[in-house]
């Protein structure tokens, strides 16, 4: 069972920025497919971003130009910047792994979500 820990969530006002991270202790992910998706009270889960072993990306229309998914190999670190924060950007931001998914997009994050995922950090944006 992977472990997956994030770390970063908080409190800011709109427009400005915050970085979240997640790492997975005891397991190098570099040929994991990850990813980042939120879900906000009575709201569906929604896939943010995806980055694959090669470190294609893809992102959610509502992000793109925003955020920017990356990982750190050495340091087995997946991060998630993201930028111009809207009020709408609220929500519990989890990260999301799978070893064996050969379609890494957000649109199979969307369907059918990833195997593994962490616990998730708040992001709260003020207007």
């Known amino acids: 069972q992977v472990q997956l820990v994030e770390s970063g969530g908080g409190s800011v006002q709109a427009g400005g920025s915050l970085r979240v991270s997640c790492a997975a202790p005891g397991y190098t992910f570099y040929s994991f497919c990850m990813g980042w998706f939120r879900q906000a009270p009575g709201k569906e889960r929604e896939g943010v971003a995806t980055?694959?072993?090669?470190?294609?990306?893809t992102y959610a229309d509502f992000v793109k130009g925003r955020f920017t998914i990356s990982k750190d190999s050495a340091k087995n670190t997946l991060y998630l910047q993201m930028n111009s924060l809207e009020p709408e950007d609220t929500a519990m931001y989890h990260c999301?792994?799978?070893?064996?998914?050969?379609?890494?997009?957000?649109?199979?994050?969307?369907?059918?979500?990833?195997?593994?995922r962490g616990q998730g950090t708040q992001v709260t944006v003020s207007s």
């Open positions: 999301a792994a799978d070893p064996s998914l050969a379609d890494c997009t957000v649109v199979a994050l969307d369907a059918v979500g990833f195997g593994y």
């Open positions: 980055i694959d072993s090669d470190g294609i990306t």
